[in-house]
């Protein structure tokens, strides 16, 4: 069910029903997705004077489009993954890759380069 104030039917609702199901798909709780959907549903309709009321940083913050992750609370390292460790380790011709965790690809890597 889309947040208050947006009519089924309108873009926002069916924007909020993409985003939970995307959200769903990456295999995250309906509870999980259904908060995430309402909360960007929300701050668009911020960004574009659809709401009542608007915070400063629903207004005046970057679009969670141009953030692409960036505070997405989570604590761990951004970069490579290990798929992409992998694949470059095979192309520098690291023995015993297969055997490797993520970081002692990320180690073995830098160091080969």
Known sequence: M???????????????EEI????????????TAEEI??????????????????SRTSTQDKSSGQRGGER?????????????????AKDLGVDGRSKMDKEQLRRAVDAAK
Do not use: C, F, I, M
Not at 2 to 16: D, H, I, L, S
Not at 74 to 87: N, S, V
């Open 37 to 54: 959907a309402a909360r960007t549903v929300n701050k668009e309709r911020a960004r574009h004077g659809e709401s009542e009321q608007a």
């Open 2 to 16: 889309p947040p208050n104030g947006v009519r089924p039917g309108t873009k926002r609702a069916r924007q909020y």
């Open 72 to 88: 997405s609370g989570t604590d761990r390292e951004k970069g490579r993954t290990k798929d992409q460790l992998y694949a470059e």
């Open 20 to 31: 939970k199901s995307s959200v769903q798909e990456q295999g995250k709780s309906e509870s």
